[in-house]
């Protein structure tokens, strides 16, 4: 079935970004501290903050409602938007209740999105209406907001596709982000939905560090950090080199938007500090789907290191410079 005519509004990386960046605070973070960690966030560059159900893609500790969380945020902000990733399970007709409850008390600029993520949409065929049925409440008590939807695999795209503004891939459900980026895309197309149209965001595990040792204690440091899956494996990883060298391979492949979820250490501020700098580039010259161009041959007679094999961390498929 075709999607029904809709004006998307898809993420797009800002100027000078190779991607939109964002931080994912969920129940491992203390409420008091939420305040202070967005304004730091916002002072490092970061474009959104992002606040989590528990059980909303991350499903770690904590009982906090991702909603009053988010909506609570902007007022001490003056450049970043506020996400609340919310449980897909949730009640659409509570959800939209709560958030037209929330917006009388937002500041007239406010920039807040909804993430439907985790749950059970992925598995019904119902989702897509669920989904409509909530954007059409929204719209009833005039709120239009950027809506997403998270899937754990990228088979089920095709159900998301007639309401969202964005697809999440969770890389703790989908390792291969790269490849499923491509599928997302010949999705849109057989439903009917321009491609371009299309926003694809990335919720990944970070762990950067002036080493990778550095990168490594920081992981282990948080104990439930490692329930999402090892950042070497399945997300981003190392030092900033390559840090960056792994984003530059997301946004080649399509992805546009990269929600970050950070070990909870009491360095979190040089953790923030470095995310932004991952992030510098252009996609002016990325075409999504494209294999990389290869690396410029040394200088003639140049007698340094051999060609090193690819950093750790990447997926199989990746278009990653050999």
């Keep these: 079935m075709n999607v029904a005519m809709h004006a998307f509004d898809p993420t797009r990386p800002p100027p000078r970004r190779l991607v939109r960046l964002g931080v994912v605070f969920d129940g491992r973070t203390a409420v008091g501290a939420l305040p202070s960690l967005a304004r ?3 002072r ?3 474009d959104i903050i992002w606040v989590a159900d528990p059980v909303a893609g991350t499903a770690l500790l904590g009982d906090a409602d991702a909603w009053p969380l988010a909506a609570g945020l902007p007022g001490g902000l003056r450049t970043a938007a506020v996400g609340a990733m919310v449980d897909g399970r949730r009640d659409v007709s509570d959800l939209v209740a709560l958030v037209e409850a929330q917006v009388k008390h937002w500041p007239v600029e406010t920039r807040l ?4 993520v985790g749950g059970a949409q992925a598995d019904d065929a119902n989702d897509a209406e669920s989904l409509r049925r909530l954007r059409a409440g929204l719209w009833a008590v005039g709120i239009d907001i950027r809506l997403s939807a998270g899937v754990p695999a990228s088979r089920h795209l095709a159900t998301l596709l007639a309401v969202a503004d964005d697809i999440v891939l969770s890389a703790w459900h989908t390792p291969d ?3 499923a980026a491509d599928e997302a895309r010949a999705a849109a197309v057989l439903a009917g939905r321009d491609p371009g149209s299309l926003g694809v965001a990335a919720l990944v595990p970070v762990s950067v560090g002036r080493t990778d040792a550095e990168a490594a204690a920081r992981a282990e440091m948080d104990p439930d950090f490692s329930r999402f899956g090892h ?3 399945i997300g981003i990883f190392g030092t900033l080199e390559e840090c960056q060298d792994r984003v530059i391979a997301l946004a080649h492949a399509g992805i546009t938007d990269l929600r970050c979820v950070l070990p909870a250490t009491p360095d979190i501020h040089d953790v923030i500090a470095q995310l932004t700098a991952m992030t510098i580039g252009t996609v002016d010259v990325l075409l999504p789907g494209s294999l990389r161009s290869p690396a410029p041959p040394p200088p003639e007679g140049w007698g340094g290191r051999p060609d090193q094999p690819p950093s750790r ?9 050999r």
């Excluded at 999105?113 to 439907?116: D, Q, S, T, V």
């Excluded at 961390?313 to 410079?321: E, I, K, Q, T």
């Design 40 to 42: 730091m966030c916002e």
């Design 44 to 46: 490092a560059g970061i």
């Design 113 to 116: 999105e909804l993430g439907i």
């Design 177 to 179: 982000l790269e490849t």
């Design 231 to 233: 950042p070497a494996d």
């Design 313 to 321: 961390g990447v997926s199989a498929g990746s278009r990653r410079r």
